[in-house]
């Protein structure tokens, strides 16, 4: 069974930093990119970064590029969000997506199985 | 950047159908996938490709593909399908994945 699960969230004061981690089990993790997906209160979900299966192409959003850096520990099975000058309008919750297919036919690929997500809230 | 358009909500009587679109400039040409998401809850892929199911995803759920339009069909909507669901495809100009704003199903 697939398990996703996300850790690392709290509150940051605006400028602060932060990393996100999400421990992946039960399938094998070096072979899928991954991504976040991050959705603010009340509000859809937004694509924040993605992460190819070794590590060697990364993609990110307009609103984050820049200051959030994905990354990957394949011998940890973890993928990771380093968020850097949070702004207020990073508060959401983070979900960490799996693709449905793997190496490097993702693209156009749907995510097939989602994290519960670990809250951000960055306040003064 | 590629925009998907969603309709803001939908509602339907139990046991009738639910249509929601999801609009995009020749999105016939796309993947789009669909998710739903209750309440509280992390999102559920439905649909993949256009018409696939994910198995455990029942048949009550299809799904279309065509020209500027893809379609989310619910028939035979229960109580327990009231959530909200996105569409998603991946934009090849931008190298972005792209959601559209969400449709609450309300089941009356």
């Known amino acids: 069974e697939v398990q996703l699960l996300e850790s690392g969230g709290g509150l940051v004061q605006p400028g602060g930093s932060l990393r996100l981690s999400c421990a992946a089990s039960?399938?094998?993790?070096?072979?899928?990119?991954m991504s976040w997906v991050r959705q603010a209160p009340g509000k859809g979900l937004e694509w924040v970064s993605s992460?190819?299966?070794?590590?060697?192409?990364?993609y990110y959003a307009d609103s984050v590029k820049g200051r959030f850096t994905i990354s990957r520990d394949n011998s940890k099975n973890t993928v990771y969000l380093h968020i850097n000058r949070l702004r207020a309008e990073d508060t959401a919750v983070y979900y960490c997506a799996k693709y449905e297919t793997p190496h490097s036919g993702f693209y156009s690929r749907s995510f097939d199985h989602w994290g519960q997500g670990t809250l951000v809230t960055v306040s003064s | 950047s590629y925009v998907l358009t969603q309709p803001p909500s939908v509602s339907v009587a139990p046991g009738q159908t639910a249509t929601i679109t999801c609009g995009g400039d020749n999105i016939g040409v796309k993947r789009v996938h669909w998710y739903q998401q209750r309440p509280g809850q992390a999102p559920v892929l439905v649909v993949y490709d256009d018409f696939d199911r994910p198995s455990g995803i029942p048949d009550r759920f299809a799904g279309s593909n065509s020209g500027n339009t893809a379609t989310l069909i619910v028939s035979r909507v229960e109580a327990g399908d009231e959530a909200d669901y996105y569409c998603q495809v991946f934009d090849y100009n931008s190298d972005h994945w792209v959601f559209g704003g969400g449709t609450k199903l309300t089941v009356l």
């Open positions: 992460i190819s299966d070794n590590g060697g192409a990364t």
């Open positions: 039960g399938f094998t993790f070096s072979t899928y990119a």
